[in-house]
């Protein structure tokens, strides 16, 4: 029995290769699923060299709003922190944008989820150097989802 054991241990051992040869790393696996948490702005790219303004960073305070046959003077402060993106009283982001209108000097302002004015999408034109003026005055927003249902505001920049 020992020298079976022996004779077993020792084919074991002669037998055994030594492995030569080029040897390549594998890198470690990338988690791809969270690819844009690196960039600013969710991976949008800002204005840059266009001449057009953006509205990031700006702080607006709307300051009255007529509905109907309605006044209010709401005195709610927007943020828009993205080219895509606002908050309201520090409340939640919610998603808007700003376009420039083919064979006009206005721009559209889509402000979507606004709940100064009902909650829905609302889309007015403002003017071109609205950001540099500092205030939006008289500007008719349009309900998205009912195109009667429309809205006069005013907001001045802070």
Same mark, same amino acid.
């Given at each position: 029995?020992?020298?079976? &054991? ?8 002669? =037998?055994?290769k ?5 040897y390549?790393?594998?890198?470690? @696996? ?5 690819w844009? #948490?690196?960039?600013n702005y969710?991976?949008? &790219? @800002? ?5 057009? #303004?953006? &509205?990031t ?10 509905? /109907?046959? #309605? ?13 895509? /993106? ?7 982001q919610?998603?808007? =944008? ?5 064979? #006009?000097?206005?721009?559209? &302002? ?6 100064p004015?009902?909650? =829905?999408?609302?889309?007015?034109q +403002?003017g ?7 205030f ?5 927003? +349009?309900d998205l989802?009912?195109?009667? =249902?429309?809205?006069r /505001?005013?907001?001045?920049?802070i």
């Amino acid at each position: 029995m020992k020298n079976i &054991l022996l004779l077993s241990l020792i084919t074991l051992l002669v =037998s055994c290769k030594k492995v030569e040869g080029p040897y390549t790393q594998v890198p470690d @696996p990338v988690d791809t699923t969270n690819w844009q #948490s690196n960039y600013n702005y969710g991976g949008v &790219l @800002p204005n840059f060299g266009t001449g057009q #303004s953006t &509205l990031t960073g700006t702080q607006w305070v709307l300051v009255k709003v007529v509905s /109907a046959f #309605s006044t209010t003077y709401p005195n709610d402060t927007i943020t828009f922190i993205s080219n895509t /993106a606002y908050v309201l009283n520090q409340n939640g982001q919610r998603p808007y =944008s700003l376009s420039q209108i083919t064979g #006009s000097t206005n721009k559209s &302002l889509t402000l979507n989820f606004f709940y100064p004015f009902g909650g =829905s999408n609302y889309t007015g034109q +403002v003017g071109q150097y609205f950001i540099e003026d500092g205030f939006m005055s008289n500007i008719e927003f +349009v309900d998205l989802q009912n195109s009667t =249902s429309t809205i006069r /505001a005013w907001f001045e920049k802070i």
